[in-house]
């Protein structure tokens, strides 16, 4: 593997920083833990990274505390132009990057370089979003009163981001932050941590160049541990969470216990129903790309499909076919489709999950499989799979980050979206149809009880622009586009009395 960004020889270093500390040139790993970052693309160890310990957090959290006092006076259009800058660092690393989270995440170079897109467009939409922080103004009930709201800043941001998406999802949250007037400590997931570096070492030029105070952007680095301090910190205003739905509970969980902020962006089981009706040729790529894209490794994942009787064998044999012609291999070369899972712990995940399909009776139309010898010696290559399931079976009511598909099958529509909402998550869903009825039946207050439900589109790959996240246990936040913003803010309340008398709202009276 040839070295994509100068990788660290030496254990590097995460921090407070306008990020000029991390590079490898700190000596001082004698007295620190180190998280070990491997590539699952070729099992390489790609670079140690010191694990924060608790005096270097509480040395961040009060960098950025004081960071905040500066960073929240500075105009939002102008924390706007800082961010703006950020996208073109972006647009100028897309491709060093995005091959850097490739390669020690295992998604494909199209994927990553797609995951730093992501970024980009981020950075442009907050870039508008700055100039749009917009509080509604109301008719007061008094006479020569004045109602208006004001978003005001939160403080500290604190964003624990997966490794799926090792760069993007932190974007979604720190560029939004930045323009509310926020500052951002990231824990980024363990299995990462050196792409997280990489973005922080991009930023910086920017942060130095626009005399941005030390302290608003931070990485923390760690497992389980570091979560929990962000979590139980009362100086962190709002913590940002994305991963599964068990680490998820337990943030809420302590954030609740001191009535601090939370954003959730947990696990999904998101289902395609493909109607009688569907355009078949819009939907089995849809279906491939969403099972087997990220190793089926997104939130949006196609974890299940729910297919009519009338259609159900013609979809069967059509996916064979398109299985057949996947290839898996390095993710690095463009001629493979599908990369590694992130690790040995992912591949077990899998096998058990595969065991369990077989032990309740479920037949694999594709069969799984570790995928072994020369290019594979990661251990990290599995076959993506698909097994005829039912809905109710513990397997397929839970989210194993893995390439397996359930293929279930529907008569009637009502019985569709009773299995497609029949499980505990709630992030994505689709149909396809060309059925108008069908779709809007879909779409409408009784249909899909997921935050994403789309027509003729599949379940993964959504656009920056909307909001983004889910219901039930994927934990009700919204993240990236639309009104997602005001999550990073304090909303504040004014009334102005420009008279000469003090009347009461109510009717009261109150006679001195
Ligand atoms: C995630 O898996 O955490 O919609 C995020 C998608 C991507 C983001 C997924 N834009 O598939």
């Known amino acids: 593997m040839q070295s994509i960004l100068p990788l660290p020889t030496q254990p590097v270093k995460p921090g407070t920083s306008t990020g000029q500390q991390f590079w490898p040139s700190d000596t001082s790993a004698g007295t620190h833990k180190t998280i ?26 009060e960098t950025a505390q004081s960071a905040f006092a500066d960073w929240r006076l500075v105009p939002a259009p102008r924390r706007g132009e800082i961010v703006r800058q950020m996208g073109e660092q972006f647009r100028r690393y897309k491709r060093e990057l995005g091959t850097l989270v490739s390669y020690e995440m295992g998604k494909s170079l199209q994927e990553g370089l797609g995951e730093v897109q992501e970024i980009i467009d981020i950075c442009d939409f907050a870039v508008g979003q700055s100039r749009q922080l917009y509080g509604l103004s109301m008719h007061s009930e008094r006479p020569a009163h004045r109602m208006m709201e004001q978003y005001h800043p939160l403080g500290i941001v604190g964003i624990i981001s997966a490794f799926n998406f090792p760069v993007a999802v932190w974007s979604w949250n720190a560029m939004l932050a930045w323009v509310c007037g926020d500052v951002c400590v990231w824990k980024p997931s363990e299995k990462t941590p050196l792409t997280a570096l990489a973005c922080q070492q991009i930023i910086t030029e920017v942060l130095r160049n626009n005399d941005v105070p030390e302290g608003v952007s931070c990485i923390v680095t760690g497992g389980r541990d570091v979560g929990e301090w962000l979590a139980r910190d009362p100086r962190v205003a709002l913590v940002s969470a994305t991963g599964s739905t068990k680490m998820g509970k337990a943030v809420a969980e302590a954030v ?17 129903i493909v109607s009688e009706h569907a355009d078949l040729d819009l939907a089995i790529p849809a279906i491939v790309f969403g099972a087997v894209g990220t190793a089926g490794q997104r939130c949006t994942t196609t974890r299940r499909i729910i297919v009519q009787e009338r259609v159900y064998d013609d979809v069967k044999e059509r996916l064979k076919k398109a299985y057949a012609q996947l290839r898996i291999g390095n993710p690095l070369d463009e001629s493979f489709h599908v990369g590694p899972v992130i690790d040995r712990q992912a591949v077990s995940a899998y096998q058990a999950t595969i065991a369990e399909i077989r032990e309740s009776g479920g037949r694999f139309v594709v069969e799984p499989g570790l995928v072994e010898g020369l290019g594979f010696e990661s251990g990290c290559y599995v076959k993506p799979c698909i097994a005829e399931a039912e809905n109710s079976w513990p397997a397929v009511q839970r989210e194993t980050f893995a390439p397996i598909l359930y293929m279930l099958k529907f008569t009637t529509l009502d019985d569709a979206i009773a299995q497609q909402n029949g499980v505990p998550q709630g992030l994505s869903s689709a149909i396809f149809t060309l059925n108008m009825r069908e779709a809007e039946r879909f779409l409408a207050v009784s249909g899909s009880d997921c935050g994403i439900a789309n027509v003729n589109i599949g379940t993964s790959g959504a656009e920056i622009g909307g909001a983004f996240g889910g219901e039930k246990e994927t934990g009700g936040g919204r993240e990236s586009g639309s009104d997602a913003w005001k999550a990073y803010m304090r909303r504040q309340t004014n009334t102005i009395n420009y008279g000469t008398t003090m009347p009461l709202a109510q009717g009261i009276t109150f006679e001195l």
């Open 256 to 272: 609740a216990g001191r009535l601090g902020r939370s954003l959730l962006e947990l696990g999904g089981n998101n289902a395609i």
């Open 36 to 61: 070990d970052s491997f590539s699952p693309a070729d099992g390489q160890l790609i670079a140690r990274v010191h694990v924060s310990t608790r005096s270097d957090y509480d040395r961040v959290v």
